[in-house]
């Protein structure tokens, strides 16, 4: 599983570790991706990894229940 958001293309950061020293290594600053099902306007639906970001705008429908 890539870590990339399919809708806004959210990927991981870098960035330093500071302690408290002051020493500084990298880092990554990785997204909050969850797999969710979503529904596209023509009615298909796919399994997407998601921000949770996009997940709390609205950008995701998510699809009926299946019986």
């Known amino acids: ?3 990339c958001c399919a809708f806004c293309g ?3 950061q870098v960035g ?3 302690s ?3 020493i500084k290594t990298k880092r990554r600053f990785n997204p909050n991706l969850q797999r969710v099902r979503h529904q ?3 009615g298909r639906v ?3 990894t ?3 970001r996009c ?3 609205g950008l995701v429908v998510k699809p009926l229940v299946r019986k």
């Open 16 to 18: 330093n570790l500071v």
């Open 50 to 52: 998601v921000c949770t």
């Open 40 to 42: 596209f306007p023509d």
């Open 1 to 3: 599983m890539s870590k």
């Open 46 to 48: 796919a399994t997407l």
């Open 20 to 22: 408290h020293s002051n």
């Open 10 to 12: 959210k990927t991981p």
């Open 55 to 57: 997940l709390r705008s």
